[in-house]
């Protein structure tokens, strides 16, 4: 389409002004109320013992969780889009569920299954191995809510690039475990990395399903964005203040984790 | 930052080609005899992480017979939660689609300084939590705003919470799509005479719209289960779903899972709900992508 | 992201990503306290180093900062040496079910004495644990209302609060013991009044169908949603209410002419691995010492000497208990029960989840 001036620039307008309001404006207030009584005050906010213990419980949970959906997902993705097995496609549907069903329901299934009178529940709790109310049950949690995104990246690149380079590898003489390791993999890690970004950032901001769960004990169930839950419940201006710097705590580390993998990727085309 | 599930990921099930991905799909069996394996493995892992606990939540919901099912979302609250929150989605996912297809647009045809950033930017909500989110939008445009707003307690509130939430959803969707576009129709439009929104109507939508539709359900699945971005923006009249959800949790008396049964009840209603908007949704792209 | 980081500015990122992760590193004991400012004189109060027990209290909602204070003091007593606290607080009737769930607890504080019977029924809590010479109560408060500096709105009593105009924040008392006190205060205040108790029914009626215009879960979401600027008056224990001018949140604190006395108990669960060290805690907060901290709080005490020496320190109003409108039992049977409770058809006409069974 030629676009004439006068649609571009409304356009544009349109696009920044919605933009502007709904996005830059919330992120900018949250860094301003961190902030806004000195860099020491926040830093003491998100050095409290508590806190110190609520961003070891989010790293615990994610370095968990990110992994295990990590595996799943690339070696999910490689049976979508390489196999021929009948009951892909049921697999492929029941990927998606943790998008479409509540976090909140999420932790309530959780209960059923593992709470004091749930399935398996006392099975674990006579073992000595609680896991509602307590991290096992968090993990748990975040794992369910985070399990599609690797899937969902890796499957479409490895979709586009073809399998060329792996039957070349084949011919070649390699065997599928060297071909997965040398070929495929290196091909899919923009997939496998834009994965690992997504996956962290939803398990470590997740909140629904963990708070039904967890039994919200300082030091040992509270995760960082239960602690900023908490936090705004705290009387005086202080807890506010202490709410967002924890928030911007977590995406600080969201972001770590982006550069990170940023390296180890080249850039995918966006614009 | 990076873009939420292409648009293919739900729209499309697997094997039809979405418009957004040229395939050179070879579907070789590379896998051979280890891809019955693999597909064993994953569909455990499955079964033990998501299978296993959504079997006991829809065998709590009906295990206490199908009065007792049927009241769990039909008694006022329930109804009520999920009237609400059912409008509130539906117009949350249509006004993020048309709004995110408009800022995909300018991001993909514009071109203006500082565009790069913003492009990083719209992966924002992502990053954020969604608990800080409505922390700031409560600040922002509620009780002592800064701008001198108040929509505190209002259900305008909570849809700019949830517009947030899903504007990734909403423009990265569509973006792709864009980016791939071929302009020779458009520009061959343009030398016939057509005008700019014939041109749109007639050639740029409909190669647009399963991305947009797969997008919008994206919003729509997520609007419908959101808990973190509302649970401190709700007020007492606006009740939706996932809240009467935790609350039902919170307040179950009786002991053994049949306590959890209203809370169940209400769970599988909302599932189902969402699940035919979304089957409809994709129905209705992938009939258009052909 | 399709904005190639130059390497130097990329470098600059990651060392201050990896110096904030040492520097958390280097903190990384841990530990409970989410204090800011030491003023409990503790250095982090974890107690998970080396301690003989750890005592997992469940408390209500509000009175967390309260319990910090006088948690260190016991530690500091001799029969508390070696005692740690892990603490969990939360709306009240909440808490009760999660306990009866499953969630660990040694000694249970809530808001009011159903919360504690219904752990008697799933056998956690012994049948006799309102024996004692406090009847099962740590201490006492009142129901307040809570108005912006100046009190705009003239905010004196009850018949305040449901005048046309006038917002009314209150939690749910499908979840919170606060929301019940509330509720019940509001009641009895009517029947002392001189109306009947249908009257006194359509003054709740209106009040929480009409004037009420949010029902957070528990009372310190509901001092939060306040103090964030909604409504223009929050009932609330009168022990939040001192605590939170004294933390520093822009309220003034109204007393009506009557309201009810709160009575909030505690309890020690009997499967609890510590039972002694429990017990031992729950008889020291009832000691002459741990009552005057509890006044020093902004908590009534307990016991009677001490009620007697500090009651200097409590504005007299016109207090009448529970007991005087039937008790708990016949209250939350005939108010709070679905689904015949007047309470329950109440809010579920106003469209506020009820406990839904």
């Known amino acids: ?41 926040a830093w003491s906010y998100v050095t409290t013992p508590a806190a110190i213990s609520a961003f070891w419980l989010s790293v615990l949970i994610a370095a968990i969780a990110v ?143 963990v708070a039904v769960v967890s039994s919200n004990v300082l030091g040992s169930t509270v995760s960082l964005p239960l602690l900023v839950k908490y936090r705004t419940q705290v009387p005086g201006p202080g807890g506010i203040s202490a709410a967002y710097a924890t928030g911007t705590e977590l995406a600080v580390m969201s972001l770590i984790v982006l550069i990170g993998m940023t390296l180890l990727a080249p850039q995918r085309k966006d614009a | 930052m990076s873009p939420p599930p292409p648009a293919d990921s739900v729209a499309a099930p697997l094997g039809v080609p979405s418009p957004g991905r040229p395939s050179r799909v070879r579907s070789g069996s590379r896998l051979g005899g280890a891809g019955g394996l693999g597909l064993g493995l994953s569909t455990l892992y499955l079964s033990v992480i998501v299978l296993l606990p959504v079997a006991a939540l829809i065998s709590v919901a009906l295990g206490s017979g199908l009065h007792a099912f049927w009241s769990s979302f039909t008694n006022t609250t329930a109804l009520k939660a999920l009237e609400q929150t059912l409008a509130i989605s539906a117009i949350v996912a249509a006004i993020g689609s048309v709004m995110g297809t408009l800022v995909a647009w300018v991001l993909v045809r514009d071109q203006f300084p500082g565009k790069r950033i913003l492009n990083a930017v719209i992966d924002l909500p992502f990053a954020l939590p969604t608990i800080v989110a409505s922390l700031a939008l409560l600040g922002l445009y509620g009780t002592g705003s800064p701008v001198g707003i108040d929509i505190a307690l209002t259900k305008t509130i909570v849809a700019v919470a949830l517009l947030f939430v899903t504007l990734p959803f909403a423009v990265r969707s569509v973006q792709p799509v864009l980016l791939e576009l071929d302009q020779d129709v458009e520009e061959a439009a343009a030398s016939l005479g057509a005008s700019n929104a014939m041109t749109f109507r007639r050639i740029v939508l409909p190669a647009l719209r399963p991305a947009i539709l797969s997008g919008t359900a994206l919003s729509f699945a997520r609007c419908m289960g959101e808990y973190g971005s509302i649970v401190l923006l709700a007020a007492a009249k606006i009740q939706l779903a996932s809240l009467v959800i935790f609350a039902d949790v919170e307040s179950a008396t009786g002991s053994g899972n049949s306590a959890y049964q209203p809370a169940a009840g209400l769970s599988v209603a909302l599932l189902v709900i969402a699940l035919v908007v979304l089957f409809g949704l994709r129905k209705w792209g992938s009939d258009s992508g052909n | 992201m399709n904005t190639r ?38 250095s982090g109060g974890s107690g998970s180093s080396g301690s003989k027990a750890t005592l997992n209290l469940v408390g209500y909602s509000t009175p967390e900062k309260a319990y910090d204070v006088i948690d260190r003091a016991y530690e500091a007593t001799p029969g508390g040496k070696g005692i740690g606290f892990k603490t969990s607080f939360a709306a009240s009737g909440a808490q009760s079910r999660a306990v009866a769930a499953g969630q660990p607890a040694d000694v249970v504080a809530f808001s009011t004495a ?74 009895g205040a009517e029947l002392k009044e001189g109306k009947t108790p249908s ?155 009820t406990s839904s069974s």
């Open chain 1, 1 to 41: 389409m030629v676009t004439r001036p006068v649609w571009k620039y409304s356009l544009r307008a349109v696009a920044l002004a919605y933009l502007a309001v709904l996005l830059l404006a919330p992120v900018v207030f949250i860094f301003i109320k961190t902030f806004e009584h000195g860099f020491s005050t």
């Open chain 3, 199 to 353: 009257q006194a029914l359509a003054y709740l009626a209106t009040l929480l169908e009409k004037n009420t215009v949010t029902q957070p879960d528990s009372g310190s979401d509901a001092l939060q949603a306040f103090v964030s600027g909604q409504g223009d008056v929050l009932l609330d224990y009168e022990s939040d209410a001192i605590a939170a001018k004294k933390a520093g949140d822009k309220i003034q604190i109204v007393y009506p002419s009557s309201s009810i006395l709160i009575q909030t108990p505690i309890a020690v669960i009997k499967k609890s691995s510590h039972l002694a060290q429990a017990q031992a805690y729950v008889k020291w907060l009832l000691s002459p010492t741990a009552q005057k901290l509890w006044a020093q709080q902004g908590y009534r005490p307990v016991l009677p000497s001490v009620a007697k020496a500090t009651a200097s320190m409590f504005p007299k109003l016109n207090l009448f208990t529970i007991d005087s409108l039937g008790g708990w039992t016949k209250v939350t049977n005939d108010f709070f029960t679905a689904p015949n409770g007047s309470v329950i058809k109440i809010e579920e006409k106003a469209g506020v989840p």
């Open chain 3, 114 to 187: 159903p919360d504690i019977t219904r752990l008697v029924q799933a056998g956690l809590v012994a049948s006799n644990w309102a024996d004692g010479p406090t009847n099962g109560i740590v201490n006492d408060s009142t129901v307040v209302m809570i108005v912006r500096p100046g009190n705009p709105k003239h905010i004196t009593g009850w018949d305040d609060l449901i005048k046309p105009g006038v917002k009314v924040v209150t939690p749910n008392p499908a979840t919170s013991g606060s929301a019940r006190w509330n509720i019940m205060a509001a009641y």
């Open chain 1, 67 to 209: 992994p295990l959906n990590t595996i799943f997902g690339v070696g999910t993705a490689l049976v979508l889009v390489r196999s021929k097995t009948r009951g892909r496609k049921i697999l492929d549907a029941l990927i998606d569920i943790p998008f479409v069903v509540s976090p909140v329901i999420i932790g309530l299934s959780l209960i059923l299954v593992y709470g004091l009178h749930g399935w398996f529940g006392p099975w674990f709790i006579d073992r000595g191995i609680p896991i509602i109310f307590n991290p096992l049950g968090m993990i748990l949690a975040t794992v369910f809510v985070s399990l599609p995104f690797c899937v969902r990246e890796v499957a479409p690149v490895l979709m586009e690039i073809g399998t060329e380079q792996e039957q070349a590898a084949a011919t070649l003489g390699a065997s599928s475990w060297q071909t997965f390791w040398r070929v495929t993999l290196p091909s899919i890690r923009t997939g496998v990395a834009y994965g690992v970004v997504l996956t962290t950032a939803r398990a470590l901001g997740e909140i629904g399903a």
């Open chain 3, 5 to 42: 980081l130059d390497h130097p500015r990329l470098r600059a990122v990651i060392a201050l990503g990896l110096a904030v992760v040492a520097a958390l590193v280097v903190a990384a004991c841990g530990g409970s306290s989410d204090a800011t400012t030491n003023t409990s004189g503790s």
